[in-house]
């Protein structure tokens, strides 16, 4: 559903007040009470609940009340996204600031030499602005309270020394916006939204109703003011106004905003059958309103009621475009809303909604076609696994009934299985991942715990319903990757655990996934059945061809190879936005074709287009895959082939044809991980660099080697090394260093040994096919030799067997 559509079915949304929760009906709140008086770990969940919550019951209810703040200082997604501290001058890029509302209010800590800034006080600075509404005004503000409190000495050179008035403390050209970054990452998720959430869940397992109460007190004062802000004209990303064209939102940007939309949405509905009948509530927000001068005087609970229906609820519906967020979460917040308004009455309305964010959810081979595999791509796998839940818990029909429709639900959890590699890699194809760092948990789902104040939630409840539609034991195999936990609203906990026990015992604890090809996501992946833990793949697309075209990378035909432990051909990850934004050199570079193990053509970036595999092969010794796009560079062909050939149950080597016609340059790029890189055959000269706006350096060339040159790695740390053989025609062969960070927030850069092998002609279209081995080994290779006769490769190994193999027209077959 588009913005568009979205705001219009918002303008349906009818007044009508609402008259019990939706999400936690009472029967509801019993079954979890029962479940805590019955299982230790129901008890050990609602004490964890409870604790959590603890330090905002101790506040008083004017403390709650005053927490809430208003929309007249520039909030900053950022203290300085490319900054350092200005005490000990060491770089504290994106999100290395420590925010500790509790120890530190106000308050923003620098981790290397513990400086905490603002040095005023701007509790009090703050508190000096209130205007009639209890709201900060900065020109009512006493501007005399802006000082060091270190160095109260207007004399003193340190007086003004770090402090911030609500805009940031200025200091030449540089600017640290302690306070901006305090309101979003301390003052209101800690102690405004995280405080809500701890309460409102405190009640839905105790029924206690002080919690209820206190919950209700932080929501009204929000929805005062909910309206009033605006990110798009009130915030900054990277230290931009309405960066990325707009960046709208309230409290927070629009991508975070959807998720305190449905926080307080979820908030209201908890707490809700307990408030409607709390006078003392009632009585506490209209003594507010009349000493602030409110406009809403809250005199009954229908006044209150209206305030965050309004305020928050229908102010959301009436401006999508304020949560717009990654799919599905500004549809599924509408749809969230729209059943905590009027549930079950608007049953028929939310009902199409669901249906189509689970069609969109699952549509590019179970997933919603967002890039990123092990990042962006898991969050709608992981959201519809909270969101069908919750709906799950008051309709048991839900779930079948959406398998039933939209059938590539059931491979939503299997593609990130079969494709984590030895259960230890994913290819981080996208915006996803850090170069050479291992992925040891199922990404689809977070199983490790529950999400116990966004409501509580349990993935493994939802696995186990996923099995009970479909039969499929792979849901249960899921569940047994962590401990589980359970819903505590479950109405037969012992009943989930018990049964995913008995699909173990007779599936197994993990199958044993073979090679598999997902043709709309353009990801193939060929592993051996004697050793499935190793693996190679090559993702054949760049600009996706589906719906949601982004966190992708320019990396058509890009491949990776995972074997002994060790991932040999890592992706350099997410973009490097840490040193400024995600349109400075380092951010481009990830993303650039250049710095993936794939041909750039005139050393341009990939346009995109249509990709498809055209050979598959799985056979018990020999498997093949073929992937072609030629409108990656709008030229004749763009096409390569992979085959994995085993050498004996755990050794294996990849022969790789990559055929290329346009343009004048071609240049194939392949790196490893952190190793150490021996140049073959090669006599290295010092050339000039690729340029291009590539980060590379120290080029050396030999400019006419002969076919059969190569490069060894050896894997720092370990004695694997890689071996890459070339047997290109009249290629140039260079070896460079390209550039990479530890993760995307560390300012820690690497240099990693790259091999570079090149044709160019003076006119086009230029017409290449670039052959190459790549033999993974463990001290010794087993590859005696290689040779190529025109268009066909005779490996010999060292045990002295020989394999023939066909590399004519593109295609790799083993010959008798």
């Not at 104040?453 to 939802?462: E, K, N």
Request: charged share 20%; net charge neutral; with cysteine.
């Amino acid at each position: 559903m588009t913005i568009l559509a979205l705001a219009l079915a918002a303008q349906l949304c009818a007044a009508a007040p609402k008259e019990s929760s939706s999400f936690f009906p009472k029967p509801l709140i019993a079954r979890a009470q029962a479940n805590v008086a019955k299982y230790p770990w129901a008890k050990q969940q609602r004490d964890r609940i409870v604790a959590a919550a603890e330090p905002y019951r101790k506040m008083t209810d004017d403390q709650l009340w005053d927490l809430v703040f208003g929309p007249h200082i520039t909030r900053s997604h950022m203290v300085w996204s490319a900054g350092f501290c200005p005490a000990c001058r060491k770089p504290m890029p994106m999100y290395d600031w420590k925010i500790d509302a509790f120890a530190d209010p106000w308050k923003a800590r620098c981790p290397h030499c513990n400086q905490k800034f603002p040095t005023n006080d701007f509790e009090k600075y703050h508190r000096s602005g209130y205007d009639e509404h209890g709201i900060f005004d900065p020109n009512r503000a006493d501007r005399k309270l802006l000082f060091n409190v270190a160095h109260p000495n207007p004399s003193d050179p340190l007086h003004k020394f770090g402090v911030d008035d609500g805009e940031g403390y200025v200091e030449g050209n540089n600017r640290w916006r302690f306070i901006g970054a305090y309101l979003l990452y301390g003052h209101y998720t800690q102690l405004i939204e995280r405080g809500l959430a701890s309460l409102a869940a405190a009640y839905t397992v105790t029924g206690d109703a002080v919690y209820a109460r206190k919950a209700g007190i932080l929501l009204d004062r929000i929805a005062d003011v909910f309206p009033t802000f605006d990110y798009a004209e009130q915030g900054l990303v990277y230290e931009r106004a309405k960066y990325g064209g707009g960046v709208a939102g309230y409290f927070w940007y629009a991508i975070t905003s959807a998720h305190t939309a449905r926080t307080l949405a979820i908030a209201y509905d908890q707490i809700f059958d307990h408030i409607r009948g709390d006078r003392e509530l009632t009585r506490f927000l209209a003594a507010k309103a009349a000493r602030y001068r409110l406009d809403n005087r809250k005199a009954t609970f229908a006044d209150v009621q209206r305030n965050i229906e309004d305020g928050i609820l229908r102010d959301v519906l009436a401006k999508p475009l304020k949560i717009r967020t990654n799919y599905p979460g500004t549809e599924s917040t509408v749809a969230i809303i729209r059943t905590v308004l009027d549930w079950p009455d608007a049953r028929n309305e939310v009902m199409p909604m669901l249906h189509g964010i689970v069609a969109s959810s699952t549509a590019v081979d179970g997933l919603s076609g967002e890039k990123g595999l092990a990042g962006y791509s898991v969050i709608a796998p992981r959201f519809l696994g909270w969101f069908l839940e919750l709906y799950g818990r008051i309709d048991p029909r839900l779930i079948p009934e959406m398998i039933a429709a939209h059938p590539a639900l059931r491979n939503t959890y299997r593609f990130h299985a079969e494709t984590w590699i030895g259960r230890q890699y994913y290819p981080n194809i996208g915006d996803s991942g850090a170069f050479a760092t291992r992925n040891t948990t199922y990404a689809a789902l977070q199983l490790a715990g529950q999400q116990e104040i966004d409501p509580p939630t349990s993935p493994h409840s939802y696995l186990w319903r996923l099995h009970k539609a479909t039969n499929d034991p792979l849901f249960a195999q899921i569940m047994n990757l962590a401990p589980m936990t359970h819903d505590i609203f479950d109405a037969d906990p012992a009943g989930v655990e018990e049964g995913m026990r008995a699909v173990i015992a007779k599936a197994g604890e993990w199958p044993k996934f073979g090679s598999v090809n997902y043709k709309d996501w353009k990801l193939a992946i060929l592993r051996s059945p004697r050793n499935p833990d190793a693996a190679v793949w090559i993702d054949y697309d760049s600009v996706p061809e589906c719906k949601l075209k982004s966190h992708y990378h320019f990396d058509a035909m890009n491949v990776g190879l995972v074997a002994k432990g060790l991932d040999l051909m890592p992706e350099f990850g997410y973009p490097a936005v840490q040193f400024g934004d995600w349109h400075t050199p380092q951010a481009l570079w990830h993303k650039a074709t250049a710095a993936h193990n794939t041909v750039v053509v005139d050393g341009k970036n990939q346009s995109g287009g249509p990709s498809e595999a055209t050979l598959w092969e799985d056979g018990p010794d020999f498997r093949a895959v073929r992937a072609s796009s030629a409108s990656q560079y709008r030229g004749e062909r763009y096409e390569r082939t992979l085959a994995m050939i085993d050498i004996d149950d755990s050794d294996f080597y990849v022969v790789d044809v990559f055929r290329v016609k346009g343009g004048t340059d071609h240049a194939k790029f392949t790196h490893s991980a952190f190793a150490q890189a021996t140049a073959i055959g090669l006599s290295l000269q010092p050339g000039p660099d690729y340029a291009f706006d590539t980060l590379t350096r120290n080029l050396r060339r030999d400019a006419a080697p002969s076919p059969g040159w190569g490069v060894d790695w050896k894997i720092d740390g370990s004695n694997v090394h890689l071996r890459y053989t070339d047997l290109t025609e009249q290629a140039e062969a260079s070896l460079l260093e390209t550039w990479t960070v530890k993760n995307a927030t560390s300012v820690e850069q690497f240099w990693i040994p790259t091999v570079m092998t090149r044709r160019q002609s003076k006119e086009a279209p230029l017409e290449s096919e670039f052959v190459s081995v790549m033999e993974p080994y463990q001290s010794t290779p087993h590859i005696r030799s290689i040779q190529r006769n025109a268009a066909t490769l005779t490996i010999t190994l060292t045990d002295g067997r020989r394999h023939s193999l066909s590399i004519l027209g593109g295609s790799i077959w083993k010959l008798p």
